[in-house]
């Protein structure tokens, strides 16, 4: 089955700085990479997704890479603000018929004002 | 506006006892699924269904058992609670071959 790896476990960045959540897969099948954001407290809500298809993607401060080759994908947030602190969930999977997620361990992101 | 909802939100038991979460979902999707969150391990799933009359396990449905009542409603069980059970169950669905998941607001149980 496909194994999923986040790295960092947590980060610590100061407002206005970038920051960088890397994930690794492992299935040379899974097509479809979502990356969701859980405040604290609060249930996960996807913030951006990607198709293999597609190397890069982006939506205002946050952008997702691709990289099929070496099975990596990566979350990119720009201008950190506070309310960016959460718990930032990749996972992956095929997106056909059964869609079943696997998800990495989670990045807890700490932003400093 | 169309929702996932669960209860109980908190639920406190003991050792032995049989406890059933529940979700339900007014977003008229088919796919529903259990996860366990535990700090530091991620999202990892229980039980899944695509539809009412399919059930499937996922990576850890030992000590658990689920019931899809209705496209809406899909339940968790635990049949004798232990220890290490403990954890935010959440809920989730998809619309078929749409791979977005909406999450339920969790239920937060902890197993004296």
């Known amino acids: 089955g496909e194994n999923v790896e986040q790295h960092p476990s947590t980060l610590s960045v100061q407002e206005g700085d970038s920051a960088v959540i890397k994930c690794t897969y492992s299935d040379s099948a899974s097509n479809y990479f979502p990356w969701y954001k859980q405040e604290l407290g609060k249930r996960p809500q996807l913030i951006i997704d990607i198709r293999s298809n597609v190397g890069e993607k982006k939506d205002q401060r946050i952008a997702v890479t691709l990289n099929k080759t070496a099975k990596h994908f990566s979350l990119h947030i720009t201008e950190t603000q506070p309310e960016d602190s959460a718990v930032y969930f990749c996972a992956a999977s095929w997106s056909g018929g059964s869609y079943i997620p696997t998800f990495g361990r989670g990045t807890s992101l700490i932003v400093h004002p | 506006d169309a929702d996932v909802t669960q209860t109980p939100r908190n639920r406190i038991t003991k050792t032995g006892k049989r406890i059933m979460l529940e979700c339900s979902q007014t977003?008229?999707?088919?796919?529903m699924y259990w996860y366990r969150q535990d700090p530091g391990l991620g999202l990892r799933l229980i039980y899944y269904s695509f539809d009412v009359k399919d059930i499937n396990k996922g990576e850890i449905s030992d000590g658990y058992s689920v019931s899809r009542q209705a496209q809406a409603k899909f339940s968790l069980s635990l049949e004798s609670a232990i220890p290490n059970q403990t954890a935010l169950y959440f809920c989730?669905?998809?619309?078929?071959?749409?791979?977005?998941?909406?999450f339920g607001p969790g239920t937060r149980l902890t197993v004296l």
């Open positions: 977003k008229g999707h088919d796919r």
């Open positions: 989730a669905t998809a619309e078929t071959l749409v791979n977005e998941q909406f």
